[in-house]
């Protein structure tokens, strides 16, 4: 992969290939992660940004968080730890005010674009609702705010750097299997249920102050013997979000893999192995890309969809 770092001033600063990178991409973080060190023979600038490509895509795009110059006995080395571009919005507080029929177009003019995004992703209609941006909300969660309540995606921020609302999956599919000439090879696989993610009943009350007026269940949780009950202050809507986000925060199956990073955030996957079996209707919820002494591995997070 191919690393260029920037001044403030947009000037490029030229460093040889790195002897240790992690990068860590997951759906529950807003902004991606990566951590990466350079052999240092000299004085470095202020470095402003790093993105990272493979080949011709895109790989990361982020700000750098820490700078750290470190001279041992056994070296050099600059070590670089960056977010991406989404920590600009997660980092900035947004204006309290109080839209009436909002676009996607017009809270990204407001709250993204400043900050020197590409585009979005996603209908730029106005929708008949209110958006109340209230004290302390940053600029990612008015974003995440209309999104959710009216598109009913969570948005995410590509390398590209453009905010995707679309809520669609990328064309394609990752299949792991060490037998197939065109699947990913592996050399790990775990599959894991996390019963204690699970919600059994989650009881709705629409404001505070009134009754709660519709429980939700999980049948899967029932039939596992699962109880776990809980009451928040939301609309039907938001508590369905929130019971199928820990369905699907229940059932995790890792795979490491040697080389680089295959597919993107969301495709969907599948795995086979001779002794777990196929794994179906999985998507991609996550990596963490690792490059150090030892060699080249991604190890992939997946969450099955079927929840």
């Known amino acids: 992969m191919n690393y260029c770092c920037y001044t403030v001033s947009g000037q490029k600063v030229d460093l040889p290939p790195p002897v240790s990178v992690r990068l860590d991409v997951h759906e529950d973080a807003p902004a991606d992660d990566m951590t990466v060190v350079f052999p240092l023979a000299g004085q470095t600038p202020a470095i402003a940004s790093i993105r990272v490509w493979d080949g011709e895509k895109p790989v990361f795009s982020g700000i750098v968080d820490e700078q750290l110059a470190q001279v041992t006995d056994s070296g050099a080395v600059l ?6 571009r989404a920590a600009l919005l997660l980092d900035n507080e947004a204006m309290p005010q109080e839209y009436d029929q909002p676009s996607l177009a017009q809270l990204y003019q407001r709250h993204a674009e400043p900050y020197g995004f590409c585009g979005f992703v996603g209908n730029s209609g106005t929708f008949d609702t209110r958006l109340k941006v209230t004290k302390g909300m940053s600029q990612w969660q008015v974003i995440e ?3 959710i309540r009216c598109f009913g995606t969570v948005p995410f921020v590509t390398a ?5 609302c679309s809520g669609a999956a990328p064309k394609g599919q990752l299949v792991f299997d060490n037998g197939g000439t065109a699947a990913v090879p592996y050399l790990t696989v775990a599959y894991r249920d996390k019963f204690y993610k699970r919600v059994s009943e989650l009881y709705i009350q629409p404001k ?12 899967r949780a029932h039939k596992l013997g699962i109880q776990r009950r809980r009451f928040v202050v939301s609309n039907n809507y938001r508590g369905k979000r929130m019971i199928d986000s820990a369905k699907r925060k229940a059932t995790e199956i890792t ?3 040697p080389g680089g990073i295959r597919g993107a955030l969301k495709m969907p996957a599948v795995v086979r192995d001779p002794v777990l079996g196929v794994m179906d209707k999985l998507s991609v919820a996550g ?5 150090d002494s030892g060699g080249e591995t991604c190890a992939y997070l997946l969450r099955k969809e079927d929840i």
Do not use: M, N
Not at 208 to 219: E, I, M, P, S
């Open 79 to 84: 070590k670089l730890i960056a977010r991406s």
């Open 145 to 147: 705010e209309f999104c």
């Open 160 to 164: 590209e750097d453009y905010i995707d």
């Open 208 to 219: 505070a102050g009134q009754a709660y007026t519709a429980v939700l269940h999980d049948d």
């Open 255 to 257: 795979v490491l893999c």
């Open 287 to 291: 990596w963490t890309y690792t490059l």
